[in-house]
């Protein structure tokens, strides 16, 4: 998860899943009338969703936009990336932190984070966080992470192979912390008004991407795989050709197709997973025109 430059190319089911959100959800984020929004984006990465897809969609009189990533090589990449954009920054933040720095509270009119909080275990300590984010006059919140997904099965299979046990001992960490459960829906509602959020739309997606070629998808597990980075690099393959084995195995393989262009047969690889996708807002005092507003645009499921 440190390689920032291969990521940003690499990330294509982030980037697909993120523009299909924001464009459903644009019209319901609560923009402030004078058009001073800030945001604050959790688990960036190198940055290229925030600004790509958030960044067009904010008044142009926004007062500040600031990317988030635990990681300080994503951060760092994200800064020399984007300096040019005024009133921008990306800086290192752990969502799941026991206490968030002072200096970063009720100071955001929304929060936003794609793909980021499967990677947090704690998921309790990250709702508060974003709770205390959020101006107390009426911020709200975007979020959208993995609920299930296959590739966490391939690693617990690959966890039981003697060759990478000892790099992957730590494996449930990086399993999203709904994955076992059996209505990630509500378990996720339940802790969002634990953490004291007035409105909340909470929803599953079944989706599927497909990876056209093994190139693409050993790139974006090189991209993501938290256990790349113990493993020798001249394992890396061995690793990668394994994980391939696995999937395979799995039958997530679909038939091959001709490329036309190179004049031979391109293996694709299908990823089933679930997506939840929340909405939430930390004050109820617009809730009257929140949901007029969102019965207008879309019928929502499991609002509350």
């Known amino acids: 998860m440190n390689q920032a430059s291969l990521y940003h190319r690499a990330n294509q089911v982030q980037r697909h899943d993120a523009k299909l959100i924001l464009d459903e959800y644009s019209s319901i984020l609560q923009w402030r009338s004078d058009g001073q929004d800030s945001l604050l984006d959790v ?9 790509d897809f958030v960044y067009p969609l904010l008044p142009k009189s926004y007062e500040q ?13 994200a800064n020399n990336c984007y300096q040019r954009y005024a ?3 990306f800086q290192v933040l752990d969502i799941g932190c026991e206490r968030l720095p002072d200096q970063l509270k009720g100071r955001f009119d929304h929060v936003t984070s794609f793909y980021c909080l499967h990677w947090v275990q704690n998921l309790s300590a990250a709702l508060n966080n974003i709770y205390e984010l959020l101006k107390n006059e009426g911020g709200d919140c975007l979020l959208a992470f993995l609920a299930t997904n296959p590739v966490y099965e391939v690693y617990k299979v690959l966890h039981k192979n003697a060759k990478w046990a000892a790099y992957m001992q730590d494996v449930e960490q990086f399993i999203s912390p709904l994955h076992y459960s059996s209505d990630p829906a509500q378990k996720f509602t339940q802790l969002l008004d634990e953490a004291g959020f007035h409105f909340k739309n909470v929803e599953v997606r079944s989706e599927v991407f497909v990876y056209e070629g093994v190139h693409t998808l050993k790139d974006n597990v090189k991209a993501i795989c938290p256990f790349l980075d113990r493993i020798p690099v001249a394992q890396h393959e061995e690793f990668l050709d394994d994980f391939i084995d696995v999937v395979i195995s799995m039958n997530l393989q679909e038939d091959q197709q001709c490329d036309v262009d190179k004049d031979q047969l391109q293996q694709r690889f299908k990823s089933p997973y679930k997506l939840l996708v929340a909405y939430a807002r930390k004050s109820s005092d617009l809730l009257d025109n929140v949901l007029s507003e969102m019965s207008s645009t879309r019928s929502f499921k499991g609002v509350t």
């Open 65 to 77: 936009l600031v990317g988030t990533d635990i990681s300080s090589k994503m951060v760092g990449y």
């Open 43 to 51: 688990g960036s990465g190198s940055g290229n969703v925030l600004m």
């Open 87 to 89: 009133r921008t920054q």
